[in-house]
């Protein structure tokens, strides 16, 4: 049997305990050794038995490692950059600030709503007309309105205590000139504390200045007044009315019902004596009243 064979290739037989030059040294369980891997050998042999836990434990990592390396690693369903965080958090940021401003403009436009039904509220209308809307009162014949008018023609509140028998309207006393724009106008029927005289009055209220007017009451009305009647009201009400510029518009119209006319007022002829009661009309300041 020839044994003889490349340097590398000769295997060691039994008995040899020695290398000579040109030999390889073979280790149990690992190909062939060169002469320069001589040292190396001879130290790996003298190791640790921890060491070769370790080495066996980076053999088994090994597969792992190389299956992954084979496949690419799954990356996860969401990435954000640092972009795209701050975008995200800006979102958030404006949509909890719209949804606060419109839960507090919501607040603000109910109590608006209860603000303007409690004092009144005169909603806008075109250029050149005139308006009116009843205001709220807590004081006996006491009435309050808002009004507007245009810059043309002037305007004036006209204001009475009776509507006489066959009359198409009031017999006015007097009348309180109305700037242009808006302005707050209170009629009252009172006892004067100053000289003790039953009076109505009518007190215009705008940004220009505050005008009053008054006028004593006769005996017979002041009677009528402090008696305890029904009344019958024809005026404005809480909704704004509005009508064309050079228009008159009604704006008191307070009946008291009392007596055999009362009975008469929606039959085909007037009433057969005067009709008491709260008067007051906003009219074109043209001629006498």
């Known amino acids: 049997m020839n044994t003889e064979g490349p340097p590398g290739d000769r295997p060691i037989m039994p008995g040899e305990d020695r290398l000579t030059p040109g030999e ?21 042999t003298d190791t640790h038995p921890e060491d070769d ?23 996860p369903p969401y990435r954000f950059s640092l972009a795209g965080l701050l975008m995200l958090l800006s979102l958030i940021a404006l949509g909890s600030g719209y949804i606060v401003t419109l839960v507090r403009l919501r607040n603000v436009q109910a109590e608006l709503a209860v603000l303007r039904q409690e004092t009144g509220y005169l909603e806008p209308t075109p250029d050149g007309t005139i308006a009116a809307v009843r205001l709220t009162s807590d004081q006996p014949m006491t009435y309050r309105l808002r009004v507007r008018v245009p810059q043309s023609p002037p305007y004036r509140i006209a204001y009475s205590s009776v509507w006489p028998t066959d009359a198409s309207a009031p017999r ?33 209220r705008a940004p220009s200045g505050t005008r ?14 402090r008696g305890s009647h029904d009344w019958l009201s024809t005026g404005v009400t809480r909704s704004t009315a509005s009508f064309p510029g050079g228009e008159s518009l009604r704006i008191l119209d307070e009946r008291i019902l009392a007596g055999e006319g009362a009975t008469m007022l929606y039959g085909d002829k007037p009433p057969d004596q005067d009709m008491v009661g709260v008067y007051a009309e ?3 300041d043209v001629g006498p009243l």
């Open 282 to 284: 906003l009219q074109p």
């Open 172 to 204: 006015w006393f007097a009348a309180v000139p109305v700037p242009p724009g808006e302005s707050v106008v209170v009629v009252r029927v009172l006892n004067d504390p100053r000289d003790g005289r039953w009076k109505i009055t009518t007190l215009r």
């Open 212 to 225: 009053r007017v008054a006028t004593v009451l006769p005996a017979e009305h002041i009677a009528k007044f």
């Open 24 to 44: 390889g040294l073979m280790m149990p369980g690992a190909g062939p050794m060169m002469p320069g891997e001589a040292r190396r050998a001879e130290v790996d």
């Open 53 to 75: 836990a370790g080495r066996i434990a980076d053999a088994a990592l090994k597969p792992a490692t190389a299956n992954r390396g084979s496949h690419p690693a799954k990356r």
